[in-house]
């Protein structure tokens, strides 16, 4: 499946079991030389009564994520599709906690979900990172950390991506956004909806083609420096999220679509 070209493989683990999800995670996301994707998702149910269902993300190399927007999307489609449930708001647990999906279904087909994704983190905002001679950006946690980097040349990402995630300022690694607005000002100055172009480095797996927790980051960072007020169309790679950081609660809104590719059996040597 995918969410705006963010493709990983789904399996349902309440069917069958896989003992190795890391070293799966390898092999099988191999482009080459296996399926080919930006990692492995599991579908499970929840082991506590607050969730209905829980899901575990492995990425590229094998290393395993806290949270993903776009694997929560597709597992939402997933879950009411294939008749594992009839609800149209599901509680999922992540490793970030527990995400509520909100489904829009029309004639039994899910055509789009909103995820709430909970609180942006934002102690230790505004840091500095002497690469290169990139000039600073916004860290910004959606429940795995982001670095947002508000630029004209969003494409540094192939250059830079991968030295930014490694560097010592983040000692567990981050994701990377570079972010170039494509809003204009409002006849009173005053910042409306924003638009931005976004390309992603997301923390082991590379360059993806979208990323909803990045997606979310970038929305943030840019209402809090002012770029943007609290919805923003994010559009990346694979297509375009719509965010909306909500006063009321702080929480942030994440709604975008949901994907099959294909579904089919492999045997894990």
Not at 148 to 157: A, R, W
């Amino acid at each position: 499946m995918h969410g705006c070209g963010n493709d990983y493989i789904y399996v349902n683990v309440m069917e069958c079991t896989i003992e190795n999800p890391a070293v799966a995670a390898i092999c099988l996301s191999n482009r080459h030389k296996g399926i080919g994707s930006d990692g492995l998702v599991l579908i499970d149910r929840s082991p506590i009564p607050e969730a209905d269902f829980s899901m575990r993300i492995f990425n590229a190399d094998g290393s395993e994520a806290m949270m993903c927007g776009n694997a929560s999307r597709c597992i939402g489609k997933y879950l009411y599709e294939r008749g594992l449930t009839d609800k149209t708001e599901i509680r999922l647990l992540t490793l970030s906690g527990i995400k509520t999906l909100l489904l829009s279904v029309e004639s039994d087909t899910v055509k789009s979900v909103t995820v709430d994704m909970g609180e942006p983190l934002l102690d230790n905002m505004e840091q500095f990172v002497p690469t290169r001679g990139l000039v600073g950006g916004t860290f910004v946690s959606m429940g795995n950390p982001h670095y947002v980097i508000f630029t004209e040349d969003v494409d540094q990402v192939v250059e830079k991506g991968h030295v930014l995630e490694h560097h010592p300022a983040f000692p567990q690694r981050s994701n990377i956004e570079f972010a170039a607005s494509l809003s204009i000002f409002s006849q009173s100055q005053e910042r409306q909806d924003g638009a931005f172009r976004v390309r992603v480095w997301e923390r082991g797996s590379g360059i993806t083609q979208a990323c909803g927790t990045g997606a979310c980051a970038t929305a943030v960072a840019a209402c809090i420096t002012g770029r943007a007020g609290r919805k923003s169309n994010i559009v990346m790679d694979g297509g375009t999220l719509v965010i909306e950081w909500r006063e009321a609660d702080g929480h942030v809104l994440m709604t975008g679509p949901a994907e099959f590719v294909f579904d089919g059996e492999i045997e894990i040597s």
